[in-house]
C-alpha cells in the first residue's frame, strides 16, 4: 500500500501491512496482529505533518479512520465536546464556529485530524488546542487498555506532549474531549488578526474565514491543484534559545540586537521566528533545489514541486539546516514526523 496518497507531501513508499481502523475494538485486534508478528507499529491520520522515506515503513501501518458524528455535552456552564480521532480538524472548527463558539477559530484551515491535534500541540495566531482540552482518550500500549487521560497529565507546551515526548510510542490516540465556555468572546493577539479587524468585533465564523484566508495568502492552506499544495506546512519549528544569541545574530548580521524579531520565553529564554533565520541565511520564498523547493508563499514550508521524493526534501532540509547552524550556531528542529524514527499519530 503506498503511503504517499495518504500524505499532504505526496511523498512515500508503500507500508509492508496496512489496516484502516474504524472502531477501538479493531485497535486492539491490530495491535495484537503487530505484536504476534514483530512488527514495528506507525499511526498515521490525517497524514498532513509526515514525511515518508521513499522505502516506505517496514511494519503495519495504522490508519486511524475512527470518525463519528461532533456531538456536544453540557456541563454546569460550559459545553464539552468528545472528537473522534479520525475526525477531520477543520470541519470540527467550523462546526464550532458556526455556533458562535469560541476557543479555537484561530486554527481553522490547519490540516490533518482530531488526533494527532493533541500530540503536536497544536497553535497558530495565538491559540493552541490545548487551551480547550480537557481529556485525551488513548490506548495505553503498555497495558493495552485504553484511558483517559486529563489535561494535567498530558505535558503540553510548544509543539509538545507526552504523546511525542517523555511518553512517545506509548499510547495511541482514539479521541479528544474539549471544552468551551459559550459566553466567551474572541480574543485576537496575531498582528495579521487585527489588523484585518481593526475597530471590528469579529465573530467566531468571522475569524474562521479571516483565518483561512491568511493562511491562503501564505501557501499555508491545503488547496490541491496549487503549486504550493504538496508540503507539511511549517517544517521547522520556531527555535527557543537563550537571550545572548540575539548577541551573536546581530553580530553576524551587522544590525542592532533589538532589530531581531523575537518572543519571551518560558526561564528567560527568547523565540525566534524560524522563518526569518532562514530568509537571512539565504533561503527566500521561491527557492529550488532539483525536485524540492521552498513555497513562493510562506519560506517555513518545504514542498513538493511534483516530483519530488523524500531524499529531495531530506537533502534540501539538511542544506537549510547545515547553513543557519554555521551562521547563527543554531540546530533547527523538523517538525514533520518520520515513520520509522518515531511513532505519533498524524
Known amino acids: 500500500m503506498p503511503l504517499a496518497a495518504y500524505t499532504t507531501f505526496r511523498i512515500g513508499g508503500p507500508a509492508r501491512f496496512f489496516c484502516e481502523i474504524t472502531t477501538e475494538s479493531a485497535l486492539i485486534e491490530a495491535v495484537e496482529f503487530a505484536r504476534q508478528h514483530n512488527l514495528p507499529i506507525f499511526v498515521l491520520g490525517g497524514g498532513s505533518n509526515l514525511l515518508v522515506s521513499d522505502a516506505g515503513f517496514d511494519g503495519f501501518v495504522l490508519h486511524i479512520a475512527i470518525d463519528a458524528p461532533i456531538q456536544p455535552t453540557h456541563s454546569n456552564n460550559f459545553v464539552d465536546y468528545t472528537v473522534t480521532a479520525g475526525t477531520d480538524w477543520n470541519t470540527f472548527v467550523l462546526t464550532l464556529c458556526k455556533q458562535g463558539i469560541s476557543g479555537i477559530e484561530c486554527l481553522a484551515g490547519i490540516p490533518g485530524s482530531i488526533g494527532g491535534t493533541p500530540v503536536q500541540n497544536v497553535g497558530a495566531y495565538g491559540q493552541e488546542v490545548a487551551d480547550t482540552i480537557i481529556t485525551v482518550r488513548a490506548l495505553d500500549l503498555e497495558t493495552t487498555t485504553f484511558v483517559d487521560l486529563?489535561?494535567?497529565q498530558c505535558g503540553f507546551a510548544y509543539r509538545r506532549s507526552i504523546f511525542n515526548s517523555t511518553h512517545r510510542n506509548r499510547y495511541i490516540v482514539t479521541a479528544v474531549t474539549f471544552r468551551f465556555d459559550p459566553r466567551a468572546k474572541p480574543r485576537l493577539t496575531y498582528a495579521d488578526l487585527t489588523r484585518?479587524?481593526?475597530g471590528q468585533n469579529p465573530t467566531p465564523i468571522d475569524i474562521y474565514h479571516a483565518v483561512r484566508e491568511i493562511r491562503h495568502s501564505k501557501g499555508m492552506l491545503?488547496?490541491?491543484?496549487?503549486?504550493d499544495c504538496r508540503s507539511a506546512g511549517s517544517f521547522f519549528k520556531n527555535p527557543i534559545v537563550p537571550a545572548s544569541f540575539l548577541t551573536t545574530i546581530a553580530t553576524t548580521l551587522d544590525i542592532p540586537a533589538d532589530m531581531i524579531p523575537h518572543w519571551p520565553a518560558d526561564n528567560g529564554l527568547v523565540k525566534l521566528p524560524a522563518a526569518w533565520l532562514l530568509e537571512r541565511a539565504g533561503f527566500p520564498k521561491g527557492f529550488t533545489l532539483g525536485n524540492a523547493g521552498i513555497s513562493s508563499?510562506?519560506?517555513l514550508a518545504l514542498i513538493n514541486k511534483g516530483n519530488a521524493t523524500a531524499a529531495d526534501i531530506t537533502k534540501l532540509r539538511d542544506t537549510i539546516r547545515?547553513?543557519?547552524d554555521q551562521r547563527?550556531?543554531?540546530q533547527l528542529e523538523q517538525e514533520p514526523v518520520q515513520p520509522g524514527s518515531e511513532n505519533n499519530q498524524r
Open 328 to 330: 547563527f550556531g543554531i
Open 222 to 227: 491545503i488547496v490541491e491543484g496549487e503549486a
Open 322 to 324: 547545515n547553513e543557519v
Open 297 to 299: 508563499r510562506h519560506t
Open 150 to 152: 486529563p489535561h494535567d
Open 196 to 198: 484585518h479587524f481593526a
